[in-house]
């Protein structure tokens, strides 16, 4: 159980274009979605942290505009890279909650690969 | 603010030796504390937590991990390690706020 998915695993796009990520909890209902970026052998970053239903909260730093991130139902979150350049290229994980007695725990998507040539 | 520090960034160990990656944090209250494991190109999987009660706590894998409040540690442990254990692991705590604070990782090496 508990398991999130990511689509797409790998993505490759031009400098300028726009990218959407999706973030799917399986067979759980997320109260909350988290979406982290991982740069080459670092830890993970927190960017936002959102609810169903409610707009994202931005870690101090990350820019909203260019980070469009979507909770629109209990099962899934978008994240769009809006006007890509090279320098957002990185691995974006995602993770959901479950909320309630076990909404200390996120279960984590196996992650995107984002490319911006 | 909560932080957590993992003081090793390397640990190479031999296939078949025991293996201890250290974890410490800081935090106001009482912590809620995680191991995680990355393959590379890979999601995290959850190892074992630590919420409450017994301060030992056993997780998949074989690994287990020991809370001491006293030192503000979450210490990794494994008996015996196998070659597939080779990864990157990450400590974490997270808040009431539902909210996880990561170390900076540990990368296991696992020489045959």
């Known amino acids: 159980g508990a398991v999130v998915s990511q689509h797409p695993s790998r993505v490759i796009c031009k400098s300028g274009t726009s990218v959407k990520i999706e973030c799917r909890s399986l067979?759980?209902?997320?109260?909350?979605m988290f979406w982290y970026r991982q740069f080459p052998k670092k830890s993970l970053m927190l960017m936002a942290t959102?609810?169903?239903?409610?707009?994202?909260?931005?870690e101090q730093g990350v820019e909203k505009d260019k980070f469009l991130i979507n909770h629109a139902s209990l099962t899934l979150s978008t994240l769009t890279v809006t006007s890509a350049h090279p320098e957002d290229s990185s691995f974006y994980i995602c993770?959901?909650?479950?909320?309630?007695?076990?909404?200390?725990?996120?279960?984590f998507g196996p992650g995107t690969r984002l490319t911006v040539t | 603010a909560q932080s957590v520090t993992q003081p090793d960034i390397h640990i190479t160990v031999s296939e078949g030796a025991s293996l201890e990656l250290r974890c410490n944090y800081s935090?106001?209250?009482?912590?809620?504390l995680f191991w995680y494991v990355q393959s590379p190109g890979q999601g995290l999987q959850l190892l074992l937590k630590?919420?409450?009660?017994?301060?030992l706590v056993q997780g998949i894998k074989g690994f287990e991990a020991e809370f001491k409040r006293s030192q503000s540690s979450f210490n990794l442990r494994k008996p015996s390690v196998h070659w597939s254990d080779a990864a990157e692991y990450f400590c974490?705590?997270?808040?009431?706020?539902?909210?996880?604070?990561f170390g900076g990782g540990t990368r296991l090496m696992v020489k045959p």
């Open positions: 993770s959901a909650s479950q909320g309630g007695l076990s909404s200390y725990e996120q279960y």
């Open positions: 067979d759980f209902q997320a109260t909350t």
């Open positions: 974490a705590v997270g808040n009431a706020g539902n909210m996880l604070t």
């Open positions: 959102s609810n169903e239903g409610s707009k994202a909260t931005y």
């Open positions: 630590y919420f409450s009660g017994d301060t």
């Open positions: 935090y106001g209250a009482t912590p809620y």
